[in-house]
């Protein structure tokens, strides 16, 4: 069964402290891996796609990476806008499908 | 440029009721979802469509209905509104082809008393 796991599940940063969120994933064939951002009462918003392990996405301070089991998303220096909860969805071969993680919440203090 | 707009933002429904939530995107997307977001559990596939007059099951498709009769639209239908869809409901829309991202409207909030 494919699963998606994200931790930590919540995760309070003081401005400026560098940390990183762990997908881990047991999909078979995998396609490609989506992150997200989604702010409360919003819908997500698309962040990165990965393809292949090794891969690696930057956007302002947040940068992806994939291996053959897991994403990292690593927050350099963050800001209190970079608070929002952080989702994962790996996509696998068989369709138009994609398994989301539970997310990560991160909240930011300034 | 709206994007995926969902309609209403919030409803709030008593058991038995049947209502439809609605669904519409502009930028001529092919495939477009339907997904509930529990807390705790993720946002989980209802159904989705691959295009105009074609719709497939998701992972949890039980006592909802839908039907993709135009590009644009996708309705998502409760039958017979129960406790257990009180939830956060999200449309999203796609291009075709390999790994195009998902594009998410802001959701319906909807409570079932």
């Known amino acids: 069964e494919d699963q998606v796991t994200q931790s930590p599940e919540a995760l309070r940063l003081q401005e400026g402290e560098s940390s990183s969120l762990n997908c881990s994933y047991t999909v078979s064939g995998l396609r490609g891996l989506f992150w997200y951002r989604q702010d409360p009462g919003k819908g997500p918003e698309f962040l990165f796609t990965l393809y292949s392990a090794g891969e690696e996405k930057e956007k302002e301070r947040l940068k992806a990476t994939l291996t053959k089991k897991e994403s990292f998303l690593h927050i350099t220096a963050p800001k209190p806008e970079d608070s929002a909860t952080y989702l994962c969805a790996p996509q696998w071969a068989a369709g138009n499908k994609l398994t989301f993680g539970g997310g990560t919440r991160v909240l930011v203090k300034p | 440029n709206a994007g995926v707009t969902q309609t209403p933002k919030f409803q709030v429904l008593k058991t038995g009721q049947s209502m439809t939530l609605q669904c519409a995107q502009d930028m001529n997307h092919e495939y477009m979802s339907w997904y509930r977001q529990d807390p705790g559990m993720g946002l989980r596939l209802i159904h989705y469509?691959?295009?105009?007059?074609?719709?497939d099951q998701g992972e949890v498709p039980n006592g909802y209905n839908v039907s993709r009769s135009t590009t644009e639209d996708f309705p998502l239908r409760l039958l017979s509104a129960a406790p257990s869809q009180t939830s956060v409901y999200f449309c999203?829309?796609?291009?075709?082809?390999?790994?195009?991202?998902?594009?998410f409207g802001d959701g319906t909030r909807l409570s079932i008393l």
């Open positions: 469509s691959v295009g105009a007059g074609i719709t």
């Open positions: 999203a829309s796609r291009a075709a082809g390999n790994n195009q991202p998902q594009h």
